[in-house]
């Protein structure tokens, strides 16, 4: 599985960016699609992931103001970011999972600039 991460870039607080990752190769098994973060210094840390099923979960500090979805026709799942701060400025990195492999894209710089 090959993924393709895509949309990131420079804005300024309060403005909007929306990435996108595309999956290619076999991706049958996949169950779980979702965002990780890594600012500078700091830990990876998830952002959100979304389920088969539809179903969401969000790290609090981007809860209200990020949103995650995927077309399991496209094999893409999205992450809108809306009222962007300048505390989510990181290489954002999408992840897909299924039982007993995880498959991460080559990151996409975000920052916002105060």
């Known amino acids: 599985v090959q993924l393709q991460a895509s949309g990131g870039g420079l804005v300024q607080a309060g403005g909007s960016l929306r990435l996108s990752c595309a999956a290619s190769g076999s991706i049958f098994g996949i169950n779980v699609m979702g965002w990780y973060r890594q600012a500078p210094g700091k830990e990876r840390e998830l952002v959100a992931r979304i389920t088969s099923g539809g179903s969401t979960k969000y790290a609090d500090s981007v809860k209200g103001r990020f949103t995650i979805s995927r077309d399991n026709a496209k094999n893409t799942v999205y992450l809108q970011m809306n009222s962007l701060k300048p505390e989510d400025t990181a290489v954002y990195y999408c992840?897909?999972?299924?039982?007993?492999?995880?498959?991460w894209g080559q990151g996409t710089l975000v920052t916002v600039s105060s």
């Open positions: 992840n897909m999972h299924r039982i007993g492999w995880d498959y």
